[in-house]
């Protein structure tokens, strides 16, 4: 056995959700976190089981939001005798904080932490990134805010930012009065490289991280400290999609193994927590109760509001092939119907357009039950437009929302838009082209198809919009519930516009932010879906260059244009 196997290591394990870490942030805000169906408890529960069957202890650093949403989760950790610290309260980086808003951040998440163990909170590790030389002043920082130790300082290449490195080990000269503990790195020819764990453990050859460990081990009188995620031990997490190829390999590459390299450290080596080693005890503490400001209810609940005074809305919800969206919405559609219960009584109706997955199931699971929500199915695939039509017919509503099951569009959103569905409104469509909307991660061919589409629309229609393709809208039941469409699928979607613009309707845009699809992937026929919107575009222009009073040019059926 080497002299580093003979002493105690300091293992540190990040307490987070597969959906709140900095590869998928880019894709998940923090304010979408509520959507997504946690694994967290799953994930701590296999972890602290494999602490256990090898007799280990850890320092699990979680962010104060989880512990805020599950204390359950947090305080099983400490009761098995591990130590819980902080990596603040929202997963961020220290750029994306202000000084002051990085010592609230600490502060807020110690206090969360430690309301749900009931015990003293003495560590703490940045989120996302790491401390670089000119960052020290972040450790005064964590000294007021009652930290005392930090462990967000990192060895990797040939220096920090300033030419100064850390130490190697655990650096007790208690300088501005808070023990740091950087991560293990192995040191060659002047150029060090991390070999903790983590990303590092994932992505290197694990043979030639088990040998530059053991080096470092023994050649180091400190412990190393070594560290990985709950999530990579759940190698069937959902897969984000519309990554860059970098981060899908940062995330997703390796997990099927990261459990048995973990293991092989726990096997042969001796871990403690980040406290025990450098004998710190933490008190009992009491802080006042969470107050849950945006938890979210179901969608069939309803403030106390008198009945006759809401506005009836039903929301209209195609899904095809969405199995793995359906939860996902289900918690958007809850969130939607928290903020707005005071002003409008929700029916919802989703329309499964003849799924070859789960999506029919999902759904009776998820709103099967509810009062106020009805699932259609069409046997077969017809489209998402004529989804649309069938969810106009099963409404008895005047107000109809349609929205993506993907939630591309934040379902939230709807109401800023049900406002300005006045009595001579018959249509409010989503603008993301709108000088006031915007577009987040979206690619680059589907920008280019909507944005060319749209500008032609703009040519031959009398409302002069930014966006005409959106799926995303406020409909007059009274305007749609009898209208016929040539297109089903996607051309569909402009095709409704088409002919309430034709009819003379007014049509109001309402600027939104369209994001990319995370979970599951795009149903769109790209070349069938250009080849129809030409072909009705150019309908359209031939019945513009007619003369007007012209049975052609008069006539709703924009289908017989030739």
Request: hydrophobic residues 40%; charged residues 25%; proline residues 4%.
């Amino acid at each position: 056995m080497s002299s580093g196997q003979n002493r105690s290591h300091i293992l540190t394990v990040h307490l987070e959700d597969y959906f709140q870490v900095g590869p998928l942030s880019a894709a998940i805000p923090q304010r979408h976190w509520l959507r997504f169906e946690s694994r967290v408890a799953q994930n701590v529960e296999t972890t602290l089981d494999l602490l256990d069957r090898y007799n280990q202890k850890a320092t699990f650093f979680t962010v104060g939001w989880i512990a805020d949403k599950m204390p359950d989760v947090v305080r099983e950790v400490a009761r098995r005798g591990h130590e819980v610290a902080s990596k603040g309260y929202f997963h961020r980086s220290l750029e994306q904080m202000s000084r002051s808003e990085f010592e609230a951040d600490a502060l807020q998440s110690r206090i969360a932490i430690e309301r749900a163990t009931g015990e003293e909170v003495l560590g703490y590790r940045i989120a996302r990134g790491w401390f670089a030389e000119k960052d020290m002043w972040a450790l005064e920082a964590l000294e007021r805010a009652g930290y005392r130790y930090d462990s967000s300082l990192r060895r990797l290449g040939f220096s920090l930012k300033s030419g100064k490195q850390p130490p190697a080990g655990a650096d007790r000269r208690q300088a501005r009065n808070i023990v740091e503990l950087p991560l293990a790195s192995w040191r060659f020819a002047g150029f060090d490289l991390p070999i903790s764990g983590g990303n590092y453990l994932r992505q290197l050859p694990a043979e030639f991280v088990r040998q530059r460990f053991a080096e470092s081990a023994a050649r180091s009188s400190d412990p190393l400290v070594f560290y990985f995620h709950v999530w990579e031990l759940d190698p069937a997490q959902p897969r984000i999609s519309g990554l860059p190829m970098m981060k899908r390999i940062r995330q997703y590459r390796n997990l099927e193994t990261m459990g048995e390299r973990v293991e092989s450290y726990l096997a042969n080596y001796k871990f403690d927590t980040a406290a025990n080693y450098l004998r710190l005890d933490a008190k009992p503490v009491t802080h006042a109760p969470a107050v849950q400001a945006d938890a979210a209810m179901p969608v069939s609940a309803h403030a106390a509001a008198d009945a006759d005074q809401l506005l009836p809305v039903t929301v209209i919800v195609p899904c095809y092939n969405e199995e793995q969206s359906i939860s996902y919405l289900g918690r958007s559609l809850d969130h939607f119907a928290a903020q707005t219960a005071d002003k409008y009584k929700l029916s919802f109706v989703f329309v499964d357009d003849g799924s070859k997955d789960k999506t029919l199931e999902g759904l009776q699971r998820q709103f099967g039950g509810r009062s106020n929500c009805q699932i259609v199915q069409h046997p077969q695939n017809r489209g998402i437009a004529a989804a649309c039509l069938t969810g106009f017919a099963a409404a008895r509503d005047e107000v109809l929302c349609v929205i993506d099951a993907d939630c591309t569009f934040d379902p939230s959103h709807l109401a800023t838009m049900i406002p300005l569905l006045k009595d001579d409104v018959a249509l409010v469509t989503a603008s993301p082209y709108h000088r006031d909307g915007g577009v987040m991660n979206v690619p680059a061919w589907r920008l280019l198809l909507s944005r060319g589409a749209s500008q032609l629309y703009r040519y031959v229609l009398s409302n002069k919009l930014a966006s005409y393709t959106a799926c995303f809208r406020i409909y007059r039941r009274s305007a749609v519930v009898n209208m016929r469409l040539q297109h089903s699928g996607f051309t569909g979607i402009a095709e409704i516009l088409v002919r309430l613009d034709r009819a003379g309707a007014k049509i109001v845009e309402c600027p939104a932010v369209l994001e990319a699809r995370v979970l599951g992937i795009s149903k769109m026929k790209v070349g069938r879906t250009i080849t129809e919107h030409a072909g009705l575009l150019s309908r359209l222009a031939v019945l513009r260059a007619l003369p007007a009073g012209s049975v052609k040019a008069d006539t709703a059926d924009i289908g017989k244009a030739r």
